[in-house]
């Protein structure tokens, strides 16, 4: 049974370009949650993806978007890059929006924008 | 807003040692509380946790206390081993129902 999977694994952009990251979540989860993780800090919640809608976001501005699919697989959206966007993204999943729900985390996909 | 401050690190143990890394947060409410670990390379992965006040979460020897009164869920144990070198994030859920981290302690055990 294969956990969360993320790609790619690394990925370098300039400073103006846009990134795609993508996220399988769990098999049988349906619910998937994106985190910025800076380097020597701990993750902080971008937003949250259900029933293929947005149902929670963090204090992150609109260059920042998502989407789920049918499947319940899951992209972020970077547009206009910036030098401080430059960090580790997480994935993760859970079966529904329930308070105790356990989250699988995935390895993430380490952003350099230069 | 919630928030979790966590003992700064890094923290270097010798094997056997007695580990203690202090967590506080702030929130509204009742929140759960939560520790992940963080192998180099990997995701984090779910330590223990704890939903309610008393509450004291466990797992693979580690151990913490849900304390009301003091705000506080410190993550203990008793004799450390290399293997349980990593990162350590404490974390709290409320009723946004989306995960506050603290900043992570970096722990290292050595031989």
């Known amino acids: 049974d294969a956990g969360v999977t993320q790609s790619p694994t690394h990925l370098i952009k300039t400073r103006g370009q846009q990134v795609t990251l993508r996220c399988s979540p769990k098999?049988?989860?349906?619910?998937v949650s994106w985190y910025q993780q800076a380097l020597g800090q701990g993750p902080q919640f971008i937003f949250q993806?259900?029933?293929?809608?947005?149902?929670q976001r963090g204090n992150f501005p609109d260059r920042f978007s998502g989407h789920q699919f049918p499947n319940y697989s899951s992209e972020l959206n970077v547009n206009a890059l910036l030098l401080g966007d430059s960090a580790l993204y997480l994935c993760?999943?859970?079966?529904?929006?329930?308070?105790?729900?356990?989250?699988?985390f995935g390895s993430g996909t380490q952003l350099s924008v230069l | 807003g919630n928030s979790v401050t966590q003992m700064e690190g890094p923290v270097t143990l010798s094997e056997e040692a007695f580990l203690t890394i202090n967590c506080t947060y702030t929130?509204?409410?009742?929140?759960?509380l939560f520790w992940y670990v963080q192998y180099p390379g990997e995701g984090l992965q779910l330590l223990l946790k704890?939903?309610?006040?008393?509450d004291k979460g466990s797992n693979k020897g580690f151990e913490a206390t849900y304390r009301k009164e003091t705000t506080s869920f410190h993550l203990e144990k008793g004799s450390v081993q290399v293997s349980d070198s990593a990162v350590y994030f404490c974390?709290?859920?409320?009723?946004?129902?989306?995960?506050?981290f603290g900043s992570g302690t970096q722990l290292t055990v050595l031989p």
């Open positions: 993760a999943s859970s079966l529904g929006q329930g308070a105790n729900e356990k989250l699988f």
């Open positions: 098999s049988g989860h349906d619910t």
């Open positions: 993806y259900y029933e293929e809608e947005e149902r």
């Open positions: 929130a509204t409410g009742y929140p759960s």
């Open positions: 704890a939903t309610k006040a008393d």
């Open positions: 974390a709290l859920k409320g009723s946004a129902r989306q995960l506050t």
